[in-house]
């Protein structure tokens, strides 16, 4: 379908207005109801070099893909993974799928593994991730004692080698009580030698001010951004989020900050979560929400029907001008039994778990531009003159059609060259399952 020309023309595409820049002041060619706008895009030398509306030109002077209405978006931004988790639920399944069970079932599985078993499942989750259209991935990576020194070296490895096709970034994921010990210390420092993230694990207990003031002073030393789990319950007593945000304030931090999960806000009384709302957005923090790990991990009890869905004020968050992301979080470990890293499934069932279609107004930048901002990536998750042409197109003209298939013949452009989208078979995992136990 694309042609194998460096100068083409993509015809009568439906773009979402709010990943367009220029496209602020043409609301009178926008789609209404979707806000999408249906233009042709002209790629030149593997990137866009024109967005005119539809019909301005009357004759092309290169060859022409007429897309027929179909969407494009840009290609995705996955920003909260674990990959090095991922794709052993077979060895390491969770009996009971409660959060509890998960941490365990990890506990024991980690204590073999080694560095070709991590680069293993994380690059098959990756082959998944770029075969679906992603372009940057960052992940969490468990790091208490010697899991470091795995899981950090897998995934330098592994950035390295697939430096020229996705952008990868490192988040340490440690109990945050690791940051008042050496130990801690050193983990930033390598974190900072590899150009990563500073994260953890924050939870209520008697300590839990003093281990964020110090989590965030010792990214402050190192300027390094953040990325913390946080409030990953549905304890309304649980208020981590609004602990970071007070500490981020007092401490004048400079780096970005991004929150992950902060399920309990969503339990806690009106007045409450106004007003930590307002003290992240003051903050400056990003939120990134899991929607698919959540409903999977959160209410679960055993034999009793789940009540709440498990995500945070997604809506609320994003009124008071707080950027709100949504991200794939686990596959197929023992917080999440399942998922592909496909960024628009998690789009498309967040769209029906937190009903962002009432109206979907920009919501297609929480898997695109925000989370991009957010990762430092200005050019990354948008459509634009002089940027990279890596797009996904998809048959679907309007958001009903888009989220009620699942794609898999989506077209994925890389540099404008469309990409083999074939998915790695899980049987390439098989010897990793039975070998350790
Ligand atoms: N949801 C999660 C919490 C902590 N660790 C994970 O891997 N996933």
């Known amino acids: 379908m694309i042609p194998h020309t460096s100068h083409y023309w993509l015809k009568n595409a439906h773009v979402p207005a709010s990943l367009m820049l220029q496209s602020r002041d043409r609301p009178s060619s926008l789609a209404v109801q979707d806000q999408l706008r249906l233009v042709d895009v002209e790629i030149m030398n593997g990137a866009i070099a024109r967005i005119i509306p539809v019909r301005t030109l009357t004759a092309f002077d290169h060859p022409v893909v007429d897309l027929q209405g179909g969407m494009v978006f840009p290609c995705f931004v996955d920003m909260h993974t674990h990959l090095d988790k991922g794709h052993l639920w077979e060895r390491a399944p969770n009996l009971t799928g409660t959060f509890a069970d998960g941490l365990e079932t990890i506990r024991q599985d980690a204590e073999q593994w080694n560095i070709e078993d991590v680069y293993r499942r994380m690059e098959f989750g990756v082959k998944c991730s770029y075969a679906h259209g992603t372009k940057a ?47 801690g210390e050193k983990l930033a420092d390598q974190i900072a030698e590899m150009g990563g993230v500073l994260g953890g694990f924050a939870s209520m207990n008697p300590e839990i001010e003093h281990q964020i003031d110090r989590t965030l002073a010792i990214a402050q030393d190192r300027t390094l951004d953040l990325d913390l789990h946080v409030d990953e319950n549905n304890n309304p007593n649980s ?154 197109l998809f048959k679907a003209r309007r958001y009903s059609e888009l989220l009620s298939r699942s794609q898999h013949d989506r077209v994925v452009l890389r540099n404008g060259i469309a990409i083999d989208t074939t998915l790695p078979n899980y049987a390439e995992l098989d010897d990793l399952q039975t070998g350790h136990h």
């Open 239 to 392: 208020i981590c989020l609004k602990i970071v945000a007070e500490t981020a304030l007092r401490q004048q931090l400079q780096q970005q900050i991004v929150c992950g999960h902060c399920c309990s806000l969503a339990v806690q009384p009106a007045e409450e979560s106004t007003k930590t709302i307002a003290l992240v957005k003051q903050a400056n923090i990003g939120i990134v929400s899991l929607p698919m790990c959540n409903l999977y991990l959160q209410d679960r009890q055993p034999g009793k029907t789940p009540h709440w869905r498990g995500i945070t004020l997604l809506h609320e968050l994003k009124q008071a001008g707080v950027p709100v992301a949504i991200a794939s979080d686990n596959c197929r470990d023992p917080f999440h039994s399942f998922g592909d890293h496909d960024a628009l499934e998690v789009f498309s069932l967040s769209a029906k778990i937190a009903h962002l279609d009432r109206p979907y107004e920009d919501w297609c930048r929480a898997i695109t531009s925000t989370p991009a901002d957010l990762m430092g990536l200005p050019t990354v998750g948008r459509i634009d003159v002089g940027l990279t042409a890596d797009l996904v």
């Open 137 to 183: 991935i960052r992940t969490h990576l468990d790091s208490g004692g010697a899991l470091a020194e795995v899981t950090l070296e897998a995934f330098r490895v592994l950035r390295d080698r697939w430096a020229d096709r996705v952008i990868l970034q490192a988040v340490c994921l440690v109990s945050l009580e690791d940051f008042l010990t050496p130990q």
